[in-house]
Structures are given as structure tokens and as C-alpha cells.
Nanobody
């Protein structure tokens, strides 16, 4: 089983990034998928959820209206489109095939 995040980097406040999570080794479309993030010195917190079919999503209040979670089951990949980024969005972002599998994380830094 592998979950590999990509797309992180350094972006200015107000900018955008799209994270990807490429999955392999399990039946991707049967898993609810989630994004979490962890800032330095803080606990890992939930960001967003998408159902296996991609027909329902849910977001933490801090990102609602700015972030969009999506998935493409044809290529076993999940995404997180992030817009209007703020310095407080800086963290390592992790994808999760709930509840079992985790990726290694990708760093997002929002700074001028």
C-alpha cells in the first residue's frame, strides 16, 4: 500500500496550490479519503473528507470556502485545491485512506 503526496511548496499569502495524493495497493474507490495537516509543535488536525464515490465532501471550518477536495477514481488520485492561502495554513499535509493508511506528507509554506 502506498499513498504519495505531492504539490506542496512555498507560496505567498493569497496564492494557490493543488496537492495530489496518488494511491496504490488497495481498492481506492472503496475508501473514504481525508486530508490532514500538522503545523510545527501542534497536533495533526483534520482538513477535509471525500466519500469513495466522490459524491459528498466535508471541510473543517478554517478551510471551508477556500479549499476543495476531489478525487479521480480512474487514476487512484485525490486532490486538495487550496486558494486564498494564509500563513496559518502552513503545515505538513497528509492524505489518509480512512482509517488505515497514511502518506508521508508534503510541506506547504505560506509566507511573503
Amino acid at each position: 500500500v502506498q499513498l504519495v503526496e505531492s504539490g506542496g511548496g512555498l507560496v505567498q499569502p493569497g496564492g494557490s496550490l493543488r496537492l495530489s495524493c496518488a494511491a496504490s495497493g488497495f481498492t481506492f474507490n472503496t475508501y473514504v479519503m481525508k486530508w490532514y495537516r500538522q503545523a510545527p509543535g501542534k497536533e495533526r488536525v483534520w482538513v477535509a473528507t471525500i466519500t469513495g464515490a466522490g459524491d459528498s465532501t466535508n471541510y473543517a471550518g478554517s478551510v471551508k470556502g477556500r479549499f476543495t477536495i476531489s478525487r479521480d477514481n480512474a487514476i487512484n488520485t485525490m486532490y486538495l485545491q487550496m486558494k486564498s492561502l494564509k500563513p496559518e495554513d502552513s503545515a505538513v499535509y497528509y492524505c489518509n485512506a480512512w482509517p488505515r493508511y497514511w502518506g508521508q506528507g508534503t510541506q506547504v509554506t505560506v509566507s511573503s
